[in-house]
């Protein structure tokens, strides 16, 4: 069955360091996008891409970049982690055309100390 | 400034119950409005959409109720059972210009009381 996966799961790291967050989908959709939910602040939007080698940045980008070299993956990086950016990141695809219904990942909490 | 607001934050209803989501948007040019259902420790996932040349639609127990002249969309849950409860989302698009984006609210937390 085709589905949408992120590792790892649960992340602890400490505040400078570099991190990248992996999202895996097997629909073959063109849409990816990148979320971080926080209590009170629902889901906001950090990258999307609407293809290979297609980035944007969200609401809340500050401090985030992907890349999409194919159609499968776009990984998350933070460049140097910080406090701020503690919390549960979500990975969502869709198909061209249809953005609006989007598939989720599991999820990824990420402790930054 | 937040495009959908979402209220209420958290809503405790008894089984049987009729909880009810408001949301209410800002962007005329939105033009399709899902809402999402997440489970602790899951991601969201779609539950219902609706269009806005329709004022309801309804999916087994869940309907959305959209009133387009003042902005505001609801979700009612007929018959609320235990394992209703999670985290309810509503989000917005603009088809025409942001084909893959929603913007969502920022979630309400819906406990069902056996």
């Known amino acids: 069955d085709a589905e949408i996966t992120q590792s790892p799961r649960h992340k602890i790291t400490e505040t400078g360091r570099q991190v990248t967050l992996a999202c895996h989908q097997t629909w073959n959709h063109n849409n990816m996008f990148w979320y971080r939910q926080d209590l009170g602040h629902g889901l906001r939007l950090i990258h999307y891409?609407?293809?290979?080698?297609?980035?944007n940045k969200g609401e809340v980008s500050d401090g985030y970049s992907v890349s999409r070299s194919n159609t499968e993956d776009l990984p998350l990086t933070l460049e140097s982690a910080a406090s701020s950016q503690t919390s549960v990141y979500f990975c969502?695809?869709?198909?061209?055309?249809?953005?609006?219904?989007?598939?989720f990942g599991p999820g990824t909490r990420l402790t930054v100390t | 400034q937040q495009q959908v607001k979402q209220s209420p934050q958290s809503l405790i209803v008894q089984k049987g119950g009729i909880p009810i989501i408001n949301c209410a948007y800002e962007?005329?040019?939105?033009?399709?409005f899902p809402w999402y259902q997440q489970f602790p420790g899951k991601g969201p996932a779609l539950l219902i959409a609706i269009r806005p040349d329709v004022s309801e639609k309804k999916e087994g127990r869940f309907t959305i109720s959209f009133n387009k002249s003042a902005k505001q969309f609801s979700l009612h849950i007929m018959d609320s059972q235990p394992g209703d409860s999670a985290t309810y989302f509503c989000a917005a698009s603009d088809l025409s210009t942001n084909a893959g984006k929603s913007t969502f609210g920022d979630g309400t937390t819906l406990t069902v009381k056996p």
């Open positions: 969502a695809s869709s198909q061209q055309g249809r953005g609006y219904e989007q598939y």
């Open positions: 891409s609407y293809g290979v080698h297609d980035t």
């Open positions: 962007n005329t040019a939105f033009d399709y």
